[in-house]
């Protein structure tokens, strides 16, 4: 059955989105679809419809004639299609795919929004005080990309949310210039609505001076109606505040636009969050640039919005998430970030010293809707569109016998096969309208850029149950299904589901952005940020020829390198190289594990790997990674102002380090527990320099992701800074760690300094300090009293201060150490100083129980913790192997043995039948005894060569 005809649609229905939609509506009514989809099909050419409701303002250009005007500018071409044409096209993708596409195209600037720039920049008024030159850079540079984001989100909400979502007045809290307000001001424009409140918080005069300029400029005059005294549509009213004052407006509206990662601290950031929450909106959106600073800044806030979700106050994730679980990628190195394409008015060109016609705008972003989470099962609704229409279409005129051939792209014919998939959607249209903006909540969204092959698309998606996962479509799966999926875009939601088997992605997404950009001290609004932020972002497809789908849903990709050096890694996750890994990696549909075991041979593919029975491993083979990028102080950061425990184990030689690589330990410690637990001394102070670098070595060829640290033994730094420098250097230079743990107090933050400034990480290691365990009588828990307490948190602060990146705390009291941890900035890393602590780390040994007591025979410390009993295990593999060899039952022959062919055999026998004849006829001419066993004293005495070369 086809969709119900359009008479079947209930009145109530079409005006589901009221006045508006009507109004947007127009004359699209052409679409030869279900009409009951007409609300979703609205948005279809959302891009094209943008520009001319922009250009409807009075005396507004479009901004590409504007353009066309400057230097060698060249509008994009686009396709040739007239309008009249558009509106004859039905829409070939299915109503579903058409809500969940979040793509709007090239956003173009409101003309008054331009004017009001150019005048700021050229007009004769403008003003160009020094003070103000950061505010204005910002909004010439900065706030129309800003925009471009806002207006896409806000599109997205319109699509996703019921009519009537954003009535009320509007509170931008905005780190630009009010992105928030101009993005707000012109959809409702777009929908007819005036007599709008705004407030506009920022921080600075100078900022909020200018957003006011903007706005009262004449110039920014808005349409049609009567204007009030500010020139502004109807009773349009602005507010400019430091902060939110909601008391003056009635029902507020709240957004923050790219403020949240402009605040210094994790906990201004945590109180901003509360005021949102405080201003009783029922939507949150929150915006920000799409680098470490601002991911952090909203997976944080995510985390936090969500734990102060109560049953009474439920509050849940509209966007972009399709779940209001822990983030899958909070932890990982990536991002969850998006990208939007803005046409550049002249003035950003020339701020940017660029003649690019259209930039891309990378951003993460937020959107809390309060209310407990909407729950709708996906059903089979709106998922045909034309392309879908025209398959049942020919399925029918198969059956009638009519031509099986159906004309393809590029003007060839192929056998048409018409899936029962296509023609069971058909069957199950309800003549109830579809609760499809019910189902987006619970649609999967892509989190990169979809891979359109031949064929197939591959899909990396983030999913309702908190996975990432892969998904596929192939031609095979449906007409309709393969259309919307190679129309499917990086940030839409997608409505179908595929065919073959998920695979959960827990390596790092195939992003087309920089693999890696360290905003860290770029200062704000100067000019490498700003083009930091701006640029680097291409939309569009990651087209590869080198991945081949099998029948069975198997990808291979084979990489071009093979090697793992950190920099061949981020090489590799750039968009030109084509491969997220520099590992071949085999993603099989059936398995979910993608972790390979300690000493597999990875990096060969498994149906290649030529013995089942390889046991030993080269040294020089490439470890067996996880295939996870170098872990560097910045995620360090990261994940500790996440509250995801680091994790760091000691390591002491290849196989140790090769542990903490396969399970994905955070950091490595070369220890000096080394002289104790792997060369066999009573104390840490016993071990040198030189045998640290020579352990370093070891680590460093088996640890290749972790961060790994290594101690400044006893005796290496004490006497003097230089000393100190040198044998740091060396540590690094040889040993090839990434940084350095020195025990100490006071005395040795000028070393931490000046390490410092030579930009080596340093981690002071306060609280027990094993190389003072003689003179503090022993292993004892430090900082039990108030004074010594109070001690180790003043010395903590100066260690912090003096320069240090990251702090260990061994044995003190638990409640202190999470003190310190709340009240610095760094992360601390605690051994026996409770889980407080930004990580934990334990000495290999002690978690493998390789060692059943404690050190030298001695009870365990408290917080050891043995998770295994590898003492035990080697304890029992070594006494069977003596007792086998003992009995003779090891090695077996046959199983364990080397054979000859009886022919070789023979020979051998033959060769030394005819040596023996030849040397005894030699040992009796040299004197050696018939059997020719000993060389006789007297002639290696006489200093003689034998036959055997002695
Ligand atoms: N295998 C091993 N594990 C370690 O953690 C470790 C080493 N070796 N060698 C170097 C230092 C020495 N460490 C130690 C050793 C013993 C205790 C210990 O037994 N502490 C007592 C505290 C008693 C008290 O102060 O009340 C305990 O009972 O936990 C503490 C730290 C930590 N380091
Ligand atoms: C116990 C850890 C923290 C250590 O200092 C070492 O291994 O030397």
């Known amino acids: 059955m086809l969709p ?57 250009q479009l901004v590409t004639d504007n353009l066309s005007l400057e230097d060698g500018f060249q509008p994009l071409a686009g396709p040739q299609i007239s309008e009249e044409e558009l509106e004859r096209r039905p829409e070939r993708r299915s109503p579903a795919a058409v809500l969940g596409s979040k793509r709007i195209g090239s956003v173009i600037l409101p003309q008054a929004l331009i004017d009001g720039v150019q005048r700021e920049i050229y007009g004769e008024k403008s003003e160009l005080l020094p003070s103000s030159e950061t505010a204005l850079a910002k909004v010439a540079a900065i706030l129309p990309g800003q925009y471009a984001v806002v207006r896409n989100i806000l599109n997205e909400l319109d699509k996703r949310l019921e009519s009537g979502w954003m009535d009320g007045p509007v509170i931008d809290v905005s780190g630009g210039s009010g992105a928030g307000i101009w993005a707000t001001m012109d959809y409702r424009d777009q929908l007819g609505l005036k007599d709008m409140e705004y407030q506009l918080v920022h921080a600075s005069k100078h900022g909020r001076d200018l957003a006011k300029r903007l706005v009262n400029n004449p110039n920014t005059m808005r349409t049609s109606n009567e204007t009030s005294e500010s020139g502004l549509p109807g009773n349009t009213k602005f507010l400019f505040t430091m902060k939110p004052s909601p008391e003056l407006l009635s029902k507020v509206f709240v957004m923050s636009t790219f403020h949240l990662s402009t605040l210094p601290t994790v906990s201004s950031r945590k109180v901003h969050i509360r005021q949102l929450l405080s201003l009783s909106s029922s939507y949150i959106i929150l915006v920000d640039r799409a680098n470490p600073a601002g991911w952090e800044a909203i997976s944080s806030a995510r985390t936090q919005l969500l734990s102060l979700s109560t049953p009474e106050n439920p509050l849940h994730v509209i966007a972009p998430c399709p779940h209001d679980g822990p983030c899958p990628l909070v932890g990982l190195r990536d991002i969850c970030g998006f990208s939007q394409r803005l046409q550049r008015p002249s003035f950003v060109r020339k701020t940017k010293h660029s003649k690019r016609g259209d930039e891309d705008v990378g951003y993460t972003y937020l959107v809390i809707g309060r209310g407990p989470r909407p729950v709708s099962v996906n059903s089979n609704e709106g998922r045909i569109g034309g392309v879908g229409l025209e398959a049942a279409q020919k399925e029918r005129d198969k059956k009638a016998g009519k031509s099986e051939l159906h004309r393809v792209e590029g003007g060839e014919y192929e056998m048409v096969s018409l899936l029962p998939h296509d023609l069971a959607l058909d069957t199950t249209q309800s003549p109830e309208i579809p609760d499809l903006r019910g189902e987006a909540y619970r649609w999967p969204r892509l989190v990169a850029a979809p891979m359109k092959r031949s064929g197939h698309v591959i899909m990396d998606v983030c999913c309702t149950d908190e996975k990432i996962k892969r998904i596929i479509f192939a031609k095979s799966h449906s007409k309709q299904v393969y259309h919307d999926a190679r129309k499917a875009t990086w940030g839409d939601i997608f409505p179908h589901e595929p065919k073959s088997k998920s695979v959960e992605r827990t390596r790092g997404l195939r992003r087309l952005m920089p693999a890696e950009v360290d905003f860290d001290g770029v200062p704000m609004g100067s000019e490498a940020e700003m083009s930091l932020a701006m640029e680097g972002w291409p939309v569009g497809e990651l087209v590869e020829g080198d991945g081949e789908l099998d029948e069975d849903g198997i990808i291979t990709y084979q990489s071009p390198s093979p090697t793992l050096s950190s920099s061949s890694l981020s090489q590799s996750e750039r968009p030109s190289s084509g491969s997220s890994s520099s590992e071949p990696a085999t993603f099989s549909s059936g398995s979910s594990s993608l972790a390979s075991s300690l000493f597999s041979s990875n990096g060969q593919r498994r149906e290649f790997s030529s013995s089942s029975r390889r046991s030993s491993v080269h040294p020089t083979d490439p470890p067996p990674g996880s295939g996870r990028r170098k872990v560097t102080i910045s995620h360090l950061r990261h994940l500790a102002s996440q509250s995801i425990p680091i994790t760091c184990l000691t390591a002491y030689d290849y196989p140790t380090s090769l542990i903490s690589e396969t399970c994905g330990v955070d950091m490595v410690l070369v220890g000096d527990s080394l002289s104790q637990v792997c060369l066999g001394h009573s104390t840490t102070t016993q071990i040198t320099l030189e045998e640290m670098i020579h352990h370093c070595k070891a680590v460093t060829r088996g640890a290749k992701t972790p961060f790994i640290f290594a101690d400044l033994p006893f005796g290496s730094f004490e006497s003097d800074i230089t000393t100190g420098i040198k044998s740091s250097i060396r540590l690094i230079k040889e040993g090839l760690i990434d940084g350095i743990k020195i025990e100490g107090g006071e005395e040795i933050i000028p070393l931490i300094k000046q390490l410092n400034k030579f930009g080596i990480p340093t ?103 043995h998770f295994g009993e590898v003492g035990k295990e080697m304890r029992k593999a070594v006494e069977g192997y003596v007792k086998e060899v003992k009995s003779g039952g090891f090695p077996k022959q046959g199983e364990e043995t080397y054979s000859m062919k009886k022919e070789e055999w023979l020979g051998f026998e033959k060769l030394i039948e005819g040596s023996a004849s030849f040397s005894s006829s030699i040992s009796k001419r040299e004197g050696r005894g018939e059997e020719g066993g000993e060389i006789s ?14």
């Open 4 to 60: 119900r005809p359009a008479r079947l649609v209930r009145q109530s229905h079409l005006s589901c989105r009221g006045l508006a939609s009507a109004v947007r509506l127009g004359t699209r009514t052409t679409v030869q679809v279900d009409e009951s989809y007409l609300p979703f099909l609205h948005h279809v050419d959302a891009t094209r419809r943008l520009a001319p409701l922009q250009s409807a303002l009075p005396e507004a």
């Open 763 to 865: 981690i002071p290691h306060l609280g027990l300090q094993p190389q003072r365990a003689i003179s503090l009588s022993g292993y004892l828990v430090q900082g039990r009293d108030s004074l010594k307490a109070f001690d180790i948190y003043e010395l903590s602060k100066k260690m912090e201060l003096a320069g240090c990146t990251m702090i260990l705390l061994e044995a003190i009291p638990h409640k202190l150490a999470s003190k310190i941890t709340n009240d610095l900035n760094i992360p601390t890393i605690g051994i026996g100083a409770g889980n407080g602590t930004s990580g934990q780390v334990l000495v290999i040994s002690d978690v493998l129980g390789m060692y059943e007591e404690g050190l030298g025979g001695k009870q365990k410390a408290k917080f050891v913790r």
């Open 937 to 950: 004293r007297e002639m290696v005495k006489e200093g003689e060569s034998t036959e055997d070369g002695q």
